[in-house]
């Protein structure tokens, strides 16, 4: 495990250099693997049963919470966003659990975390202009006109904070993994890395992926009514 971000390959097009880093790299890795899921589960519930039984009662029993979970959280009226964070949620706690395996999370690296972040700031504004109309822009001013760089700035640290909140606890375990695995001989690297990856990567991983959508749907319903 390496703290710095790897350049893998370089590919020239047209003149301009492409680079293909870790973290580009191991997106796609992540990116194939919820595919093939998802097309297998897709033929799993070709044959779909009124009454669910075996796998298609977990996966309908996934959706479902999830679901639930985003009616509780933003209202009925908003609920139609779930399916972009329920891929949100699958991506970023995937990339958790990969890193069990060796492989660097990608939200590790703030590039990713960011771009997760434009993705809520932008249906943010979205949803805010959508339900609220002349009412959100209008916002911007108030309680007072003079206010407007404040309230604008506001906006916009919201999608920054969010984005250095998880690249921020990805990277700590990163790092902290990092110097066990360079400080410690190799008679002690069996059995305890294990323990510290169920914490960092898994039990952190699942806790930052759930804040980080909860306070997305936050800052969506908080626009939008």
Not at 112 to 137: C, D, P, Q, W
């Amino acid at each position: 495990m390496n703290l710095e971000v790897n350049n893998l390959w370089v590919i020239n097009v047209f003149g301009r250099e492409i680079w293909i880093t870790e973290t580009i790299f191991n997106t796609w890795i992540i990116m194939a693997v919820l595919i093939i899921l998802a097309v297998i589960i897709r033929v799993k519930l070709r044959s779909f049963k009124t009454v669910p039984q075996g796998f298609q009662n977990l996966a309908e029993a996934a959706v479902e919470i999830f679901d639930n979970f985003a009616k509780n959280t933003v209202g009925d009226h908003l609920s139609y966003i779930a399916p972009w964070f329920f891929m949100v949620f699958v991506f970023l706690l995937t990339s958790c659990l990969f890193s069990v395996f060796g492989l660097r999370a990608p939200t590790a690296d703030w590039a990713t975390t960011f771009a997760f972040s434009l993705g809520t700031f932008i249906i943010m504004i979205f949803m805010g202009l959508k339900h609220r109309k002349g009412n959100y822009l209008k916002s911007f001013f108030e309680p007072n006109v003079i206010l407007f760089p404040i309230n604008l700035i506001g906006e916009v640290a919201k999608p920054i904070s969010l984005s250095f909140r998880l690249f921020g606890n990805m990277l700590s375990g990163t790092i902290l993994l990092t110097l066990y695995y360079s400080l410690t001989p190799l008679f002690v690297q069996i059995g305890i890395p294990a323990v510290l990856h169920a914490i960092f990567d898994v039990a952190f991983g699942a806790l930052q992926t759930y804040i980080f959508v909860i306070i997305s749907f936050m800052y969506i319903r908080g626009a939008a009514e």
